[in-house]
C-alpha cells in the first residue's frame, strides 16, 4: 500500500431507531448531501414494509441484510502475466456495504413506483432469499466456486 492509512471516521446513529448500520444505509443512499431526503426514502420503505408484510421492518431489514451479504467473492490477481480471478473471503465491513449496494441497486433497477415503495419491494424480496439482490449474491458465490483452482494464489 502506498501513503498513510486513512482513520475511519465516525458516523452518527440514525435519529429514529438510533442504529449504525441503518445510518450507513442512508448514507449510501444520500445524493448531493441530501440526508434528510435519504432518510424519508428508508423510513417510508420501513412504512411500506410494516404496512404490506406486518412484520416489524428492523427484522425484515437485518435478514435481508444476512440473506445478501456474501462470504466470498472474486478479486483479480497478476500473476506471471496472467490475470486469475482468486476467491477471498469477506470481511464483516464489507460484506454488509456491499449487501447495501446490491439491494439498492436492485431497487433502482426495478420499473414502476417511487423509490421508497421499490426499496421495501427489494427488502422484502431479499428476506425471503428471492430478488435481484439475491441473484447477484448467488452470480458471484457462483464465480468463486468455479475459480476454487486459484484459490492458492490468495
Not at 431479499?126 to 484459490?151: I, L, W
Request: proline fraction near 4%; charged fraction near 30%.
Amino acid at each position: 500500500m502506498r501513503g498513510k492509512n486513512i482513520p475511519k471516521r465516525k458516523i452518527a446513529p440514525d435519529p429514529k431507531f438510533s442504529r449504525l448500520d441503518i445510518a450507513k444505509f442512508i448514507n449510501r443512499i444520500m445524493e448531493r448531501g441530501k440526508k434528510t431526503t435519504a432518510q424519508g426514502l428508508v423510513y417510508g420503505a420501513f412504512e411500506y414494509i410494516s404496512e404490506k408484510s406486518k412484520q416489524d421492518p428492523l427484522e425484515v431489514y437485518d435478514t435481508a441484510i444476512r440473506n445478501v451479504a456474501p462470504n466470498l467473492e472474486v478479486k483479480g490477481k497478476r500473476i506471471g502475466g496472467a490475470n486469475y480471478q482468486v476467491p477471498i473471503v469477506v470481511t464483516g465491513d464489507r460484506k454488509i456495504a456491499l449487501a447495501h449496494r446490491w439491494i439498492l441497486e436492485a431497487a433502482k433497477s426495478r420499473k414502476g413506483a417511487s423509490l421508497r415503495v421499490k426499496l421495501g419491494e427489494e427488502l422484502l424480496a431479499a428476506a425471503k432469499g428471492e430478488g435481484t439482490a439475491m441473484k447477484k449474491r448467488e452470480d458471484v458465490h457462483k464465480m468463486a466456486e468455479a475459480n476454487k483452482a486459484f484459490a492458492h494464489f490468495a
